[in-house]
Protein backbone atom coordinates (compact mmCIF):
# COMPACT_ATOMS: atom_id res chain seq x y z
CA UNK A 1 0.00 0.00 0.00
CA UNK A 2 1.40 3.11 -0.98
CA UNK A 3 0.71 6.99 -0.15
CA UNK A 4 1.76 10.44 -1.54
CA UNK A 5 4.91 12.94 -0.19
CA UNK A 6 4.83 15.41 2.78
CA UNK A 7 6.94 16.05 5.20
CA UNK A 8 5.65 13.51 7.73
CA UNK A 9 7.58 12.21 4.44
CA UNK A 10 8.02 9.66 6.40
CA UNK A 11 10.24 8.06 8.17
CA UNK A 12 13.41 9.03 5.32
CA UNK A 13 13.07 12.99 6.97
CA UNK A 14 12.01 12.34 9.91
CA UNK A 15 14.71 9.77 10.89
CA UNK A 16 17.40 11.60 9.15
CA UNK A 17 16.28 14.44 11.98
CA UNK A 18 18.49 11.81 14.29
CA UNK A 19 21.62 12.96 13.23
CA UNK A 20 20.50 16.94 13.72
CA UNK A 21 20.82 16.64 17.81
CA UNK A 22 24.19 16.51 19.56
CA UNK A 23 22.70 16.35 22.91
CA UNK A 24 22.36 12.42 23.81
CA UNK A 25 22.42 10.54 26.57
CA UNK A 26 26.07 9.01 27.45
CA UNK A 27 26.62 5.95 25.42
CA UNK A 28 27.54 2.44 27.94
CA UNK A 29 29.77 -0.70 27.22
CA UNK A 30 29.76 -3.54 29.30
CA UNK A 31 31.97 -6.63 29.69
CA UNK A 32 31.13 -10.03 30.04
CA UNK A 33 27.78 -9.44 32.46
CA UNK A 34 24.62 -10.57 31.29
CA UNK A 35 23.82 -13.78 29.19
CA UNK A 36 25.18 -16.86 29.64
CA UNK A 37 28.82 -17.71 30.28
CA UNK A 38 30.65 -19.44 27.06
CA UNK A 39 34.48 -20.26 26.53
CA UNK A 40 36.21 -16.98 26.04
CA UNK A 41 38.18 -17.16 22.77
CA UNK A 42 41.33 -15.19 21.50
CA UNK A 43 42.67 -14.26 17.83
CA UNK A 44 42.64 -11.77 14.47
CA UNK A 45 38.94 -11.72 14.20
CA UNK A 46 39.49 -8.51 11.96
CA UNK A 47 43.06 -8.23 10.95
CA UNK A 48 44.18 -4.74 10.29
CA UNK A 49 47.39 -3.75 8.45
CA UNK A 50 48.67 -2.34 5.21
CA UNK A 51 46.93 -3.06 2.02
CA UNK A 52 44.82 -5.50 3.87
CA UNK A 53 41.62 -5.89 2.07
CA UNK A 54 38.52 -7.88 0.94
CA UNK A 55 36.25 -8.46 -1.38
CA UNK A 56 32.45 -9.72 -0.76
CA UNK A 57 29.56 -10.86 -2.73
CA UNK A 58 26.26 -8.18 -1.79
CA UNK A 59 22.21 -9.52 -2.61
CA UNK A 60 19.57 -6.65 -1.22
CA UNK A 61 16.17 -8.90 -1.10
CA UNK A 62 12.95 -7.13 -1.35
CA UNK A 63 11.11 -9.83 0.96
CA UNK A 64 7.80 -8.65 -0.25
CA UNK A 65 8.41 -8.33 -3.75
CA UNK A 66 10.97 -11.42 -3.70
CA UNK A 67 13.29 -9.16 -6.27
CA UNK A 68 17.01 -9.46 -5.56
CA UNK A 69 19.89 -7.04 -6.72
CA UNK A 70 23.22 -8.61 -6.50
CA UNK A 71 26.31 -6.24 -6.33
CA UNK A 72 30.06 -6.62 -4.83
CA UNK A 73 31.99 -4.29 -1.95
CA UNK A 74 35.48 -4.22 -1.99
CA UNK A 75 36.91 -3.23 1.57
CA UNK A 76 40.27 -1.81 2.04
CA UNK A 77 42.25 -0.78 5.03
CA UNK A 78 42.78 2.81 3.66
CA UNK A 79 44.86 4.78 6.92
CA UNK A 80 46.48 3.90 10.53
CA UNK A 81 46.78 6.80 13.16
CA UNK A 82 48.68 4.87 16.15
CA UNK A 83 45.89 2.00 16.89
CA UNK A 84 43.15 3.50 14.64
CA UNK A 85 42.43 2.41 11.18
CA UNK A 86 39.74 3.91 8.44
CA UNK A 87 38.62 1.66 6.14
CA UNK A 88 37.50 2.20 2.54
CA UNK A 89 34.64 0.84 0.13
CA UNK A 90 34.70 0.70 -3.13
CA UNK A 91 37.38 3.62 -4.33
CA UNK A 92 34.66 5.95 -2.83
CA UNK A 93 31.95 5.19 -3.99
CA UNK A 94 28.67 4.14 -1.87
CA UNK A 95 28.23 0.62 -0.03
CA UNK A 96 26.28 -1.94 -1.56
CA UNK A 97 26.59 -3.91 1.95
CA UNK A 98 25.62 -3.35 5.26
CA UNK A 99 28.38 -4.05 7.45
CA UNK A 100 30.57 -2.33 4.40
CA UNK A 101 28.64 1.19 5.39
CA UNK A 102 29.40 0.83 9.16
CA UNK A 103 32.66 -0.26 9.13
CA UNK A 104 33.96 2.58 6.73
CA UNK A 105 31.62 4.96 8.81
CA UNK A 106 34.55 6.05 11.44
CA UNK A 107 37.42 4.49 12.61
CA UNK A 108 38.23 0.56 14.16
CA UNK A 109 40.65 -0.18 16.71
CA UNK A 110 41.12 -4.19 17.15
CA UNK A 111 42.70 -6.77 19.79
CA UNK A 112 43.13 -10.26 20.34
CA UNK A 113 39.10 -10.38 21.64
CA UNK A 114 37.54 -6.46 20.44
CA UNK A 115 36.57 -4.76 17.66
CA UNK A 116 35.66 -1.14 18.46
CA UNK A 117 34.23 1.61 15.98
CA UNK A 118 33.32 5.39 15.98
CA UNK A 119 31.21 6.25 13.75
CA UNK A 120 27.32 6.22 12.38
CA UNK A 121 24.55 3.95 11.44
CA UNK A 122 23.29 4.52 8.37
CA UNK A 123 20.50 2.74 6.43
CA UNK A 124 20.60 0.64 3.70
CA UNK A 125 17.76 1.51 2.33
CA UNK A 126 16.86 4.53 -0.19
CA UNK A 127 14.82 6.93 1.32
CA UNK A 128 15.15 6.71 4.80
CA UNK A 129 18.52 8.24 5.72
CA UNK A 130 19.55 7.34 9.19
CA UNK A 131 22.75 9.27 10.83
CA UNK A 132 22.50 7.33 14.58
CA UNK A 133 26.36 7.93 16.12
CA UNK A 134 28.49 5.65 17.70
CA UNK A 135 31.53 6.36 19.67
CA UNK A 136 33.66 3.63 21.14
CA UNK A 137 31.41 0.67 20.17
CA UNK A 138 32.07 -3.00 20.93
CA UNK A 139 31.19 -4.41 17.55
CA UNK A 140 32.41 -8.30 19.19
CA UNK A 141 33.87 -9.30 22.36
CA UNK A 142 35.02 -12.54 22.95
CA UNK A 143 35.77 -12.25 26.54
CA UNK A 144 31.42 -11.64 27.17
CA UNK A 145 28.77 -14.13 27.90
CA UNK A 146 26.48 -15.49 25.41
CA UNK A 147 23.82 -12.57 24.24
CA UNK A 148 25.40 -10.20 26.76
CA UNK A 149 25.04 -6.44 26.02
CA UNK A 150 27.98 -4.69 24.61
CA UNK A 151 27.03 -1.25 24.02
CA UNK A 152 23.89 0.75 24.09
CA UNK A 153 23.29 4.23 22.73
CA UNK A 154 19.78 6.10 23.22
CA UNK A 155 18.44 9.47 22.86
CA UNK A 156 15.02 11.15 22.41
CA UNK A 157 14.90 14.18 19.70
CA UNK A 158 12.90 16.46 18.93
CA UNK A 159 12.53 18.24 15.10
CA UNK A 160 10.01 20.64 14.05
CA UNK A 161 9.55 19.74 9.83
CA UNK A 162 7.41 22.07 8.21
CA UNK A 163 5.43 23.55 11.06
CA UNK A 164 5.23 19.60 12.32
CA UNK A 165 7.38 18.76 15.63
CA UNK A 166 8.42 15.20 15.52
CA UNK A 167 9.74 13.39 18.15
CA UNK A 168 12.22 10.31 17.84
CA UNK A 169 13.87 7.80 20.11
CA UNK A 170 16.33 5.70 18.91
CA UNK A 171 18.02 2.89 21.00
CA UNK A 172 21.17 1.48 19.21
CA UNK A 173 22.68 -1.98 20.74
CA UNK A 174 25.81 -4.32 20.10
CA UNK A 175 24.98 -8.13 21.20
CA UNK A 176 27.65 -10.62 21.86
CA UNK A 177 26.32 -14.09 19.97
CA UNK A 178 28.41 -16.80 19.49
CA UNK A 179 31.96 -17.73 20.18
CA UNK A 180 32.37 -20.98 17.86
CA UNK A 181 35.38 -23.44 16.89
CA UNK A 182 33.88 -24.19 13.24
CA UNK A 183 31.76 -22.10 10.72
CA UNK A 184 30.76 -23.31 7.49
CA UNK A 185 28.52 -20.74 5.31
CA UNK A 186 28.11 -21.31 1.34
CA UNK A 187 30.05 -24.41 1.68
CA UNK A 188 33.75 -23.12 3.03
CA UNK A 189 34.62 -23.49 6.79
CA UNK A 190 36.00 -21.36 8.79
CA UNK A 191 37.61 -22.31 12.50
CA UNK A 192 37.69 -20.09 15.27
CA UNK A 193 34.88 -17.51 14.87
CA UNK A 194 33.16 -15.17 16.36
CA UNK A 195 29.68 -13.70 16.54
CA UNK A 196 27.73 -10.69 17.15
CA UNK A 197 24.85 -8.68 16.76
CA UNK A 198 23.90 -5.02 15.90
CA UNK A 199 20.52 -3.62 16.47
CA UNK A 200 18.67 0.00 16.08
CA UNK A 201 15.28 0.53 17.41
CA UNK A 202 13.32 3.52 16.69
CA UNK A 203 9.78 5.12 17.76
CA UNK A 204 8.44 8.30 15.83
CA UNK A 205 5.97 10.58 17.49
CA UNK A 206 4.67 13.67 15.79
CA UNK A 207 2.35 16.44 17.16
CA UNK A 208 -0.70 17.48 15.35
CA UNK A 209 -3.49 19.98 16.08
CA UNK A 210 -7.19 18.67 15.64
CA UNK A 211 -10.15 20.95 16.55
CA UNK A 212 -7.49 23.17 17.92
CA UNK A 213 -5.99 21.03 20.16
CA UNK A 214 -2.37 19.57 19.70
CA UNK A 215 -2.33 15.21 19.82
CA UNK A 216 0.36 13.49 19.80
CA UNK A 217 0.49 10.88 16.84
CA UNK A 218 2.12 7.16 17.31
CA UNK A 219 4.25 7.09 13.30
CA UNK A 220 6.04 4.22 14.14
CA UNK A 221 5.81 2.61 17.43
CA UNK A 222 9.01 1.06 18.86
CA UNK A 223 10.28 -1.91 16.46
CA UNK A 224 13.26 -3.18 15.69
CA UNK A 225 14.34 -1.28 12.49
CA UNK A 226 17.84 -2.64 11.72
CA UNK A 227 18.96 -5.98 13.02
CA UNK A 228 22.73 -6.75 11.59
CA UNK A 229 24.31 -10.43 12.46
CA UNK A 230 28.07 -11.00 12.24
CA UNK A 231 30.36 -13.15 11.62
CA UNK A 232 34.59 -13.05 11.67
CA UNK A 233 36.81 -15.52 11.75
CA UNK A 234 40.02 -16.22 12.95
CA UNK A 235 42.87 -14.78 10.49
CA UNK A 236 39.96 -13.41 7.75
CA UNK A 237 37.82 -10.97 9.44
CA UNK A 238 33.84 -10.46 8.81
CA UNK A 239 33.02 -13.44 6.51
CA UNK A 240 29.16 -13.04 6.58
CA UNK A 241 26.65 -10.60 7.70
CA UNK A 242 22.87 -10.25 7.42
CA UNK A 243 20.97 -7.25 7.95
CA UNK A 244 17.23 -7.30 8.19
CA UNK A 245 15.91 -3.68 7.45
CA UNK A 246 12.03 -2.91 8.15
CA UNK A 247 9.28 -0.94 9.56
CA UNK A 248 5.57 -1.33 9.95
CA UNK A 249 3.43 2.46 10.29
CA UNK A 250 0.37 2.71 12.59
CA UNK A 251 -2.74 2.38 11.65
CA UNK A 252 -3.47 5.49 12.39
CA UNK A 253 -0.18 6.85 11.00
CA UNK A 254 -1.49 5.18 7.80
CA UNK A 255 -4.81 7.11 7.60
CA UNK A 256 -2.98 10.61 8.68
CA UNK A 257 -0.63 10.35 5.78
CA UNK A 258 -3.33 8.98 3.66
CA UNK A 259 -5.40 12.09 4.69
CA UNK A 260 -2.14 14.70 3.98
CA UNK A 261 -1.81 12.65 0.83
CA UNK A 262 2.06 10.75 1.40
CA UNK A 263 3.71 9.00 -1.12
CA UNK A 264 6.09 6.09 0.62
CA UNK A 265 5.64 2.20 1.71
CA UNK A 266 3.64 1.58 4.97
CA UNK A 267 5.64 -0.93 5.66
CA UNK A 268 8.83 -2.60 4.19
CA UNK A 269 11.33 -5.84 4.67
CA UNK A 270 14.74 -5.96 2.83
CA UNK A 271 17.34 -8.65 3.37
CA UNK A 272 20.79 -7.47 2.74
CA UNK A 273 23.79 -9.83 3.02
CA UNK A 274 27.47 -10.13 2.02
CA UNK A 275 29.48 -12.89 2.22
CA UNK A 276 33.60 -12.80 1.91
CA UNK A 277 34.75 -14.12 -1.84
CA UNK A 278 38.53 -13.33 -1.87
CA UNK A 279 40.75 -11.39 0.40
CA UNK A 280 44.26 -10.45 0.93
CA UNK A 281 45.27 -10.09 4.65
CA UNK A 282 49.08 -9.82 6.40
Do not use: R
Not at 220 to 228: E, T
Request: negative net charge; aromatic residues 6%.
Amino acid sequence: MKLKSLTVACLALIISACSTDDSSDSPTTSGNGGGTQQTTTTGDYFPLAANNEWNYNVVNKDNATGNETDSTDNLKVESQSGENYTLSVNNGAAANGTMSGLLTSGELTTTDTQLTATGEFGSPIDGIPLSIPFVDAKFYDTTANLNATLYTNSDVITQTIQNIPFTINYSLKSTQLDNLDSYTHNGVTYTNVTSAKLTLNLKVQATVTVLGFDQTVDILSPQDVVVVTSYYADGVGLVNAESETGYTLTGTATALLVQAGIDIPTSISITNTQVIDTYTVN
